[in-house]
């Protein structure tokens, strides 16, 4: 099947004018997203014209040490920053806003998004001082905005978070449908179902290219209503002879509506633990998006008032977060503390990298003497993206010309392009794009051009500078084998060696076990030094390097370890 | 439920007479695997007999950088090495034999197992020079014996390794049944099924105490048997117009058997890829438990003279581990190179910690343009491990007075004793332990006495020393923010600093970003050294505390990082 690289298909694309490409097309550039999950963001250019969708960040795993977040390489967009015309959000996760205070830094534009997403990215703003940089405009699905050449339209679907929308981006060439993130919901938790019927509409205009969500192209099936675990929380709450606790992600407003409902239904108070769920909360309160009486809520302070059986707790800390609610409460180092007869509810799923600390916490919590429930024991939980058939019923409502799927690993793609392929879909229309990769559509044939500049850049502490590859390698040969420091210090004029050599380390091993070992290592490093000298010019520089390879040298074939050595030379 | 914790429900044992425990009784000691995988070791002890039943390591995660193998710690045994009168070993397993190797060179003792399991072990042995530490005994199941006042009897089980055996362990106050690890497969590849006749029989002559694997105590239903996977190999070798790559774990040879038998059936040659690989094919070969033609295996040399319709491929690298061959491939830097039409099939469950390293080499595959089967698409891998209805069972046919969910997490210890609780079993005689812990029996009551010497050694490198915790935690915090050197030369007897400080790094800034930083930072630190000075002693010692304390604010105030700080002070 050559529709797995987006080369080998594009250059078997069906046959169109003989001449050049039309110079009246666009280009499609994912900037990130592409073959990954995380730190979404496509450029869509039409002439001098570009939107930018999305802004997000993805977090690192344990291969990054040290490193804070990941954000798309921005090169692209600074060079042609003035012919940004927008930058259009999809919905409020991180991995599709997160990294919006580091662009808007580089590039000034007008922000677009519902009324929620403009909520949450104004608050990531205003933590990085950045209000002032770009106006923020609420839109209604529905209302078309218009960005030079292209016009945006927002349509309402459902996901898991409120207020997310797929974006139809008519073009002078045609018709792109990007779906973002979403799930087919016909009774979500607001009333406010996907809107199918915009989907078939498009697709009888003409839908040139379609931008499919692939993250559980692997899953057969639908993925149950949103609402599906309210009926879940009111058993738990009910069988629960003592208080429950909730954790979910901090951004699930449905989630937490829920939880709420099923508190009050069951004269429960609610308790709220956790920075950022507490100011969801707060901000989705005041855009509407979360309905509940005042006297609802009581203070951590309150709750002992209360008898266990009429209190309801929520936190964060489903992903496991060391520094998160639950993680606290897991180690009993939280003014909540877990008694015998709480019940514990995950309502979440393990994001890749998590599942070790999530299952330590879970296992902390049944320590304490918790019952915890999690989806493999209780249906806790529902994804907020598509299954196989809702992906085939938007593939079929929209009946595009190409399809790319997106925002998935390969392994995604590969289930996403067999799943269409089945459905009598020409492999050949199915285009697998990587970040950079610039995607010219002209209404009738896809080209693949010469990309544009892309890659990851790694964040890493407050002055938010990039982490090199030399400077992970070295953090990683750190974690592993410690560092050993080797002071030598040497005559100015005749270059004698002055003094012992001194040798310290860290976590390289006890030091108990590194005294007599880093004595020979000196006397070792003492003799291939004055050989040095004596063999002719001795100079910090070659003393360095005979100093670091002695000791390395040395300490592997006594130890088998290789730490890092750092040697220094001081002229004195 | 009072059940979870070891302590409450012991404290609330059933009523036994009111004198103190009788001197007649055994101690069941686990020294690793209790409250979690991995690490197997338990010791049983009547009077000045011990007898140890496995000896196994567990492989690190992220957590604990550096760190090669976890092994159980040998205190309690070393102190008692007199008494041990026996090593079991219940099947080949790393996480049961693994450990072998290092306890055989603190304490000798003969060596129990069936064949396979001693073939393995002995290769191991072998490796580390050992063969000479203790006699190895091969048994068969139904064969009893003696080691001094206890008397062990393997049963024959099924697990996802030949020769597996539970323990009946016949002791003067009454039996202790040991499941090990296994399931319940009537219809294995080697026609040697679960013997569950024997644990009827031994529940009618009555079982004071059930240790048993919990590991799928979560999963419902029974896990379906081997002989599943040969008919979706089928399946996939059938398919396939290409090559077909199959990966497991090098110890599964009914897998291997399986795949064998396949290749064969399909007229498909077969290669195999992989030390271990290769190695335990050897050994299970030689011992009659894999049974195949000559012809059928040819080299990877030999390949390229059959068509890729009539090859299939066995590899190592089931678990995405960096240099097995499998990932090799993945990274087309193996002499086997994947070409579009090649299938790849995973036939095996991630082990946990494992995820990203098995998605990201199945990712590079799909690129290389194979097509790759896992086991969210194809049921290409069975568990080794009972599922619930396999558990109940053998509760059911064993009928102990006692039980001890072992050889699990604490949530699937819970998920055992919610589950023989809805069965009627008396939640008081669900005994949770932790390494370390003495279990006193007597054939009617149970006790917890104080715990022996107990933990987890961290095996680092061809030393064998142990890590440290102070040791792992400079490694996680170098990881994390690199390390800063910096390096003062002290007159010695003015206490001037001579010369500038030299700072260096590793891990921290790339080059370009420190020079300006580490001059200002010298510079501080020589004012801080003259103040020193001036207020009246200056020594090595508070000299490079002052060092490293100046350095540390400053990088911290300047780039909110916080890298590992050394100070050097040379007095010259």
Same mark, same amino acid.
């Given at each position: 099947m050559t529709a797995k690289k987006a080369e080998p298909q594009l250059h078997a694309r069906p046959a169109g004018p003989a001449e050049a490409p039309s110079a009246h097309g666009v280009e499609v550039i994912p900037l990130g997203g592409a073959a990954e999950i995380g730190k979404n963001m496509i450029a869509v250019r039409s002439g001098d014209d570009i939107i930018v969708i999305d802004a997000g960040v993805t977090f690192p795993g344990a291969d990054l040490p040290?490193?804070?977040?990941?954000?798309?390489?921005?090169?692209?967009?600074?060079?042609?920053?003035?012919?940004?015309?927008?930058?259009?959000?999809?919905?409020?996760?991180?991995?599709?806003?997160?990294? *919006?205070?580091?662009?808007?830094?580089r590039l000034s534009a007008p922000v677009y998004g519902t009324a929620l997403t403009i909520g949450f990215a104004r608050e990531?703003?205003?933590?990085?001082?950045?209000?002032?940089?770009?106006?923020?405009?609420?839109?209604?699905?529905?209302q078309r905005i218009t960005l030079g050449s292209i016009e945006i339209e927002p349509i309402r679907v459902t996901h898991s978070i409120p207020g997310t929308v797929s974006l139809a981006i008519h073009t002078p060439v045609g018709l792109i449908v990007h779906t973002g993130d979403f799930k087919v919901d016909h009774t979500p938790v607001d009333g406010k179902p996907f809107d199918a019927a915009r989907f078939a509409q498009l697709g009888d205009e003409g839908v040139m290219l379609l931008i499919s969500d692939t993250v559980n192209a692997e899953k057969k099936g639908w993925v149950p209503s949103e609402s599906v675990v309210g009926k879940v929380f009111d058993q738990h709450f009910g069988d629960a002879d003592g208080r429950v606790l909730v954790t979910t992600f901090a951004s699930n407003i449905h989630r937490i509506q829920q939880f709420l409902d099923t508190a009050d239904r069951h004269g429960r108070k609610a308790v709220i633990a956790g920075r950022s769920m507490i100011r969801n909360i707060r901000v989705a309160r005041e855009l509407g998006y979360l309905k509940y009486p005042d006297e609802l809520l009581i203070t951590v302070e309150e709750m002992d008032e209360y008898p266990p059986r009429d209190i309801a707790i929520l936190t964060t800390?489903?992903?496991?977060?060391?520094l998160s609610a639950l /993680?606290?409460?897991s180690r009993d180092s939280h003014r909540i503390r877990i008694r015998p007869g709480d019940t514990v509810v995950m309502s979440s799923t393990p994001i890749p990298g998590n599942e070790d600390a999530i299952w330590r916490t879970v296992?902390? *919590?049944?320590?304490?003497?918790?019952?915890?429930?999690y989806d493999l024991l209780s249906p806790v939980h529902v994804s907020g993206h598509a299954n196989q058939e809702e992906l085939k019923l938007v593939l079929s409502l929209t009946r595009p010309l190409y399809v790319v799927p997106f925002h998935g690993e390969p392994r995604m793609m590969q289930a996403y392009t067999d799943m269409v392929t089945a459905m009598g879909f020409d492999p050949d229309r199915i285009l697998?794009?990587?970040?950079?990769?610039?995607?010219?559509l002209d209404g009738v044939d896809a080209e693949l051009r010469a990309p544009v500049p892309t890659g990851r850049v790694l964040v890493d502490g407050i002055s938010a500078g990039a982490v090199s590859d030399a400077v992970l390698r070295d953090r990683r040969h750190l974690a592993t084998g410690g560092t050993v420091v080797v002071t030598v210090a040497l005559d100015e004029s005749t270059g004698e060696v002055l003094d012992d050599p001194q040798i310290v380390s860290r976590g390289f091993l006890h030091p108990e076990e590194t005294d007599g070992l880093f004595e020979e290592a000196a006397e070792l490093v003492v003799q291939a030094l004055e050989e040095l000298r004596s063999g002719g010019g001795i100079d910090d520089e070659n003393a360095g390097?005979?100093?670091?390879?002695?000791? /390395?040298?040395f300490l592997r074939r006594r130890t088998g370890r290789r730490p890092v050595v750092v040697p220094v030379v001081m002229e004195v």
């Open positions: 040290g490193v804070d977040l990941i954000i798309p390489d921005f090169a692209y967009l600074i060079e042609n920053a003035a012919c940004v015309r927008g930058i259009v959000l999809t919905h409020g996760h991180e991995d599709h806003i997160g990294a *919006l205070p580091f662009l808007l830094k990531r703003l205003d933590e990085h001082d950045l209000l002032d940089r770009a106006p923020l405009h609420v839109f209604e699905p529905g800390g489903s992903q496991g977060e060391p /993680s606290q409460i296992n902390r *919590l049944i320590r304490l003497g918790a019952r915890v429930f697998w794009l990587d970040n950079g990769d610039r995607l010219w390097t005979v100093a670091k390879d002695t000791v /390395s040298r």
